[in-house]
Each structure stands twice: as structure tokens, then as C-alpha cells.
């Protein structure tokens, strides 16, 4: 290159108005359709990563528009191959539906830390984006198959941009990650590029898991509490968690459906915690910790007041909820590995998983592969919904390097 054209290069790169079209040699002066910016991540570290930086970039809202969206991208300190990294994707729990609850915002979670050590030692770039509306302005459009899909599909498409990179990839997740990792693999399947899905405890049937499966969990963990089991105010958490996730998804709905009233499949006590759920402008929702803290104490403030009463006589959902047309039709469209995947996929589940019952993930990866999906069921003995990606990050990792090999 000419010290001339070296110098316009240089100048253009100076300008803020080029800064994401600008790369190391001209043959990149390119203007990006997805990638966005990137900067260095300040909140945590994490020993593997040689680097971590938070990714800005374009992807369609849940309406069609095109929106910002962010995502953590870690870099491990492994030699780059000749042919480039390959990509994992990291789909994280439920974290809340403010952009102050964003991954990108706060500190590493342990369940991304175990998983992303192994990723990052044995040779991927791992990306974790915060899902639509996390981080960026917008409503989170909780639980939603096609908004989570294209949340990691365009983050991937971005990091390929920005790096001429090779092409493969894959998705893990857990939970509403799982969910999400489920969702990717239906909308990515003709991808040639992408591999293959990791589902561990993948949230599914929450209406099935709210009107038949908790009371039965839920009358038992009140009774070993009776009994000193389990400290008083164990059972009132579990049906918080639930109540805080099903609040995620009625004030989601409002991301793609504003004339839709959350409030109408809430009684009257719990309408003032789900309003906190969605906040007042959408990006300054309360975090999980905090929502279900506050569903928590006042269950037990219910219960205290109401003698004879137990928590689940609390008056949180109406009586029949998922018959209301908006959640039926939520339900119905956005449950998850209803349809045949043409890549592989694993499913990892802890027996003892509260949150997401065995039974639940059980049926959804024998339904799975019953149409004809190549299903890898990996049960985790004794696990937990919150150990299960710790417990099982080696063979994670197996079936990752089976499907995609490092190098």
C-alpha cells in the first residue's frame, strides 16, 4: 500500500463516523450490515480469556425493526488456528428484563464461568449475548423462540463480520438459555454453519410446570418444612421463582403486543410486583433477585395474615391463566424442540431439578426425538436447576468438540 493511501486509511479510521468500518488493511475498509462497535469488558475476568469485550450490533426486533443489541465476546489465549476460532454461542439464564440486569453490565455468572473455562481452554471464542432489550433499550420479550433465536444468530453474524472469521458454530444454554439454545436450532438448522445445540434444563411448558406440576412439588417442600426438613420460607422462594417468570413472560408479551393488558391474569395483591417486573419505561424492570425476593415476602406476609392459608392460596395468576388468548397462543407458539432439528442436539437435565421438573425436559427430548432429531440425553444424577451446568461442563464440552472440533 502507497504511504498515500496509508495515510487516507488512517484518516478515515480517525474519523468517529468510520470507526466500525475501519480494520487493519483497506482490502477491510468495509461498512458492516450487522457488527456494530466493540469495547473492553471492565466488570470481571475470567483466567482462560485472553480478552473480553462487549459487542454492539444490529438485529431485527421482535416487530421487524432493526434494533441494537450487545453481547460479551471472549477470546481464549490459545494459538488462532490457521482457518480461525470456532464459535460457541452462550445463552444465559433468567437474569430479569432491565437493562441494568444485562450479563454485559455485571459481573460473570458462576454458571457462565464453569462452562466458558472449559470452552476458552480448549480453543473457542465463546459469545454470550444479553437477548434482546437486555442492555439496549426495548421491552425483553421474555421466553420468545424467534426474539432469543435471533438474538445469538445476528451476535455470531456480527463476530464473523468484524473478524472475516471461519464460519462454524454451535449454541449452549440453560434454562431460559436452554430454551433459547432450543430455539436457535430450529431458526439456524439451515445454516451450514451451524452444528449443533446444547440445551441443559431448558425452560418449557411453564403453564403445564404453574397448574399441575408445582402444587404437587410445592405441598411436598411445605410439609418437610413443617417437619424441619427444609428452613422456613423454602417453599414460598419456589413459588416465587415461578411467579417472577411468569411475570417475565406476561409483561414481555407487551415487546411485540402493547394493547395486550398483563394485568388481567393477575389478581389484584401481585398486580403492583408484576408492574415492578416491567418497570416503568421497560428497561428498568427489577431483577430476578430482587422480584423474587419481593413475591417472596409477601407470600409470607399472606400467609402470616390469613390464618389457615398456605402459599398457594396466595393470589398471585388467576385460576385459568393460559385460557386467556395472548398466553395461550405465548404458549403454544413459543414452546420449545416441538419440531424436527437437523443437527444434532444434547439435552442435559438434573434429576432433582425443581425449577424445571425432570419429567418436563424428559418428554421434551423423547418428543424430540421421536421426530427424528439426533438427541443426546445426558442425565445428571442428583443435580440441581443451579449445579447442572457445573456438574456436566465436560461432557458439554465432549459433545461440543465431537460436533466442532477446536482445531
Same mark, same amino acid.
Given at each position: 500500500?502507497?504511504?498515500?493511501?496509508?495515510?487516507?486509511?488512517?484518516?478515515?479510521?480517525?474519523?468517529?463516523?468510520?470507526?466500525?468500518?475501519?480494520?487493519?488493511?483497506?482490502?477491510?475498509?468495509?461498512?458492516?450490515?450487522?457488527?456494530?462497535?466493540?469495547?473492553?469488558?471492565?466488570?470481571?475476568?475470567?483466567?482462560?480469556?485472553?480478552?473480553?469485550?462487549?459487542?454492539?450490533?444490529?438485529?431485527?426486533?421482535? #416487530? &421487524?425493526?432493526? !434494533?441494537?443489541?450487545? *453481547?460479551?465476546? %471472549?477470546?481464549? =489465549?490459545?494459538?488462532?488456528?490457521?482457518?480461525?476460532?470456532?464459535?460457541?454461542?452462550?445463552?444465559?439464564?433468567?437474569?430479569?428484563?432491565?437493562?441494568?440486569?444485562?450479563?454485559?453490565?455485571?459481573?460473570?455468572?458462576?454458571?457462565?464461568?464453569?462452562?466458558?473455562?472449559?470452552?476458552?481452554?480448549?480453543?473457542?471464542?465463546?459469545?454470550?449475548?444479553?437477548?434482546?432489550?437486555?442492555?439496549?433499550?426495548?421491552?425483553?420479550?421474555?421466553?420468545?423462540?424467534?426474539?432469543?433465536?435471533?438474538?445469538?444468530?445476528?451476535?455470531?453474524?456480527?463476530?464473523?463480520?468484524?473478524?472475516?472469521?471461519?464460519?462454524?458454530?454451535?449454541?449452549?444454554?440453560?434454562?431460559?438459555?436452554?430454551?433459547?439454545?432450543?430455539?436457535?436450532?430450529?431458526?439456524?438448522?439451515?445454516?451450514?454453519?451451524?452444528?449443533?445445540?446444547?440445551?441443559?434444563?431448558?425452560?418449557?411448558? #411453564? &403453564?403445564?410446570? !404453574?397448574?399441575?406440576? *408445582?402444587?404437587? %412439588?410445592?405441598? =411436598?417442600?411445605?410439609?418437610?418444612?413443617?417437619?424441619?426438613?427444609?428452613?422456613?420460607?423454602?417453599?414460598?422462594?419456589?413459588?416465587?421463582?415461578?411467579?417472577?417468570?411468569?411475570?417475565?413472560?406476561?409483561?414481555?408479551?407487551?415487546?411485540?403486543?402493547?394493547?395486550?393488558?398483563?394485568?388481567?391474569?393477575?389478581?389484584?395483591?401481585?398486580?403492583?410486583?408484576?408492574?415492578?417486573?416491567?418497570?416503568?419505561?421497560?428497561?428498568?424492570?427489577?431483577?430476578?433477585?430482587?422480584?423474587?425476593?419481593?413475591?417472596?415476602?409477601?407470600?409470607?406476609?399472606?400467609?402470616?395474615?390469613?390464618?389457615?392459608?398456605?402459599?398457594?392460596?396466595?393470589?398471585?395468576?388467576?385460576?385459568?391463566?393460559?385460557?386467556?388468548?395472548?398466553?395461550?397462543?405465548?404458549?403454544?407458539?413459543?414452546?420449545?424442540?416441538?419440531?424436527?432439528?437437523?443437527?444434532?442436539?444434547?439435552?442435559?437435565? &438434573?434429576?432433582?431439578?425443581?425449577?424445571?421438573?425432570?419429567?418436563?425436559?424428559?418428554?421434551?427430548?423423547?418428543?424430540?426425538?421421536?421426530?427424528?432429531?439426533?438427541?443426546?440425553?445426558?442425565?445428571?444424577?442428583?443435580?440441581?436447576?443451579?449445579?447442572?451446568?457445573?456438574?456436566?461442563?465436560?461432557?458439554?464440552?465432549?459433545?461440543?468438540?465431537?460436533?466442532?472440533?477446536?482445531?
Amino acid at each position: 500500500m502507497s504511504t498515500w493511501k496509508k495515510s487516507l486509511v488512517a484518516l478515515a479510521c480517525s474519523s468517529v463516523l468510520f470507526l466500525t468500518a475501519c480494520n487493519d488493511d483497506d482490502k477491510n475498509n468495509v461498512s458492516y450490515s450487522t457488527y456494530i462497535s466493540q469495547n473492553a469488558y471492565s466488570q470481571d475476568t475470567l483466567d482462560a480469556a485472553s480478552r473480553i469485550d462487549v459487542m454492539k450490533y444490529s438485529m431485527p426486533h421482535v #416487530l &421487524g425493526q432493526t !434494533i441494537t443489541s450487545s *453481547a460479551l465476546v %471472549l477470546t481464549p =489465549k490459545t494459538p488462532k488456528p490457521k482457518e480461525g476460532w470456532r464459535v460457541v454461542v452462550w445463552n444465559h439464564g433468567t437474569v430479569g428484563s432491565g437493562d441494568q440486569c444485562a450479563p454485559s453490565k455485571n459481573n460473570l455468572h458462576p454458571d457462565f464461568k464453569a462452562i466458558a473455562d472449559v470452552l476458552l481452554d480448549a480453543g473457542y471464542v465463546v459469545i454470550a449475548p444479553d437477548y434482546e432489550g437486555l442492555g439496549e433499550k426495548g421491552i425483553h420479550p421474555y421466553l420468545h423462540s424467534e426474539s432469543a433465536a435471533n438474538t445469538a444468530i445476528y451476535a455470531q453474524k456480527a463476530y464473523q463480520e468484524r473478524y472475516a472469521a471461519q464460519g462454524a458454530w454451535m449454541s449452549v444454554g440453560h434454562s431460559q438459555g436452554g430454551h433459547a439454545s432450543l430455539a436457535i436450532a430450529e431458526y439456524a438448522q439451515t445454516d451450514s454453519n451451524y452444528l449443533g445445540a446444547v440445551a441443559a434444563a431448558p425452560a418449557s411448558s #411453564l &403453564g403445564f410446570i !404453574i397448574k399441575h406440576i *408445582a402444587p404437587q %412439588l410445592l405441598n =411436598k417442600v411445605m410439609l418437610d418444612e413443617s417437619l424441619g426438613v427444609y428452613p422456613a420460607g423454602t417453599a414460598a422462594m419456589g413459588y416465587a421463582d415461578l411467579l417472577s417468570f411468569a411475570a417475565y413472560v406476561t409483561t414481555g408479551i407487551q415487546a411485540y403486543d402493547t394493547r395486550f393488558d398483563y394485568k388481567t391474569v393477575f389478581e389484584s395483591r401481585s398486580q403492583p410486583i408484576v408492574d415492578a417486573a416491567l418497570g416503568s419505561t421497560g428497561d428498568n424492570g427489577l431483577c430476578l433477585n430482587d422480584l423474587r425476593t419481593s413475591f417472596a415476602q409477601d407470600i409470607s406476609h399472606y400467609v402470616a395474615e390469613n390464618p389457615g392459608k398456605n402459599v398457594l392460596d396466595y393470589p398471585a395468576l388467576i385460576q385459568n391463566f393460559d385460557e386467556n388468548q395472548e398466553i395461550a397462543e405465548f404458549l403454544a407458539t413459543n414452546q420449545p424442540a416441538t419440531r424436527y432439528i437437523a443437527k444434532p442436539v444434547m439435552i442435559v437435565q &438434573g434429576t432433582l431439578d425443581a425449577a424445571v421438573p425432570y419429567v418436563v425436559t424428559k418428554q421434551l427430548a423423547d418428543h424430540l426425538a421421536l421426530q427424528g432429531t439426533q438427541v443426546q440425553w445426558e442425565e445428571v444424577e442428583g443435580g440441581v436447576h443451579s449445579n447442572v451446568i457445573s456438574l456436566s461442563k465436560q461432557q458439554i464440552l465432549e459433545f461440543v468438540q465431537q460436533q466442532m472440533p477446536a482445531r
